[in-house]
């Protein structure tokens, strides 16, 4: 069978090299280097934790809301389509979600797996499980929403950096500029790599900027927010990602609820990522804010390299993992998560279109 995969995110990387260990003949289209959106994020993989992507709750809302006050995010363009999806998903269906959350612990207890298979193999993306530190001025609501979130994660009250702050457990971290380097290089000679922009995906055909049309067998668009081009609701929440140096010697993955930024020692760097802007634009101007920031935490910095990333994030944060007709199928919806959901959720999708299973938790019609 001949698979056309339409977008190279960490998603569409994933579902290849499941695609390539099945035996099957890939062509991966993507217009960027692949990876190349994907790795703008922190790497921190979030096991047991789902309340990131809870975005659907009037606890979130509020703290977006902060969050505009303050400067962490801008609202310059919203789609007022996916905003009406959004808000009628704040009634939660509670059959669906309740089916679904259970598959993402499945999801991320596979991935967990896969991470590590990578890591034994060899340990080129410096993986290692070890605590997230969030540092707050107001730890009994970073206590309160974690209680509320639906994978029960493993916390405690510590003291880091002089300050309070909530250690999660069971979670981990990999420096995505690695480990996508890693997957590119593992999957080099078994897939077909084709660089162009796709401007339609339609019946068994995928439409090239440059005039070609390709056909495959079963097409799979897992070109995160652009998937919003065929009608599926996902809004882009761009986010920064950023190598820096610094003398301070940071130890431990950190987020700091009052900057709104995420860092994660690596050894040759520090990456920090922050912003969660509901639009697809292309600014350099958060950039100052984002590094002033920092510099209250680390005291210096010196900028080796800047990455933008979509979030691609469905009106109730979980993922779309569908067919769409007989032969195209979508997988997209990471949102804030879509590091520590890839690995499994490209199995669900790679089962799907080898017809292991009829359908997922994970239906476009729960939005319908
Ligand atoms: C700043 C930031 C920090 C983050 N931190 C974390 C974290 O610590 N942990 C975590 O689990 N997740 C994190 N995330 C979320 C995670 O990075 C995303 O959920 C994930 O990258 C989504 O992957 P994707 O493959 O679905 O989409 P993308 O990464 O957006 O990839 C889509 C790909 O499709 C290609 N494409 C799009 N349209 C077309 C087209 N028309 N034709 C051809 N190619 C196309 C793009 O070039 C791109 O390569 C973070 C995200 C950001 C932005």
Redesign the pocket.
Known sequence: MDVII???????LFIAYHLVNEGLKVTL????E?????K???????YNMFSANMINSMSYMMRYIKMLRSGETELRYINTGWLRIYLRSMIRRRDIFDKAINAVKNINNYSRKIYRAFAEEKNDFEYSEEPLYEIAKDIEKIIKEARKDPLNPKYEIVEIMGRQAVAYHDVAKLSTDLFIKRLLKDLEKKIFFRK????DVHKDAVYLDNGEILRGEKIIV?????ASTLGIPIAPF????LRIRSSFKLRNMIYSDEKGI?MAPFSRWIKI?S?FDPDSGVETRPLRDIIRRSREILGDLEVIDISI????CTPDGLPIIDRINEKIYVS?G?????????PGAAKIMVDLVLERIRETPFKLNRFI
């Not at 990333?309 to 691609?312: A, D, E, T, V």
């Not at 990471?334 to 890839?342: I, K, P």
Request: a positive charge; charged letters at 10%.
């Open positions: 339409v977008g190279g995110g960490v998603y569409g289209i993507d217009h960027n692949p990876g190349a959106w994907s703008a994020a922190v790497g921190i993989l979030e162009a922009f796709v401007w897992s070109a995160g927010y652009w761009k986010g920064y990602g995420f990522s912003r990333g979509y979030r691609p997209t990471g949102c804030r998560l879509g590091w520590t959901q890839a």
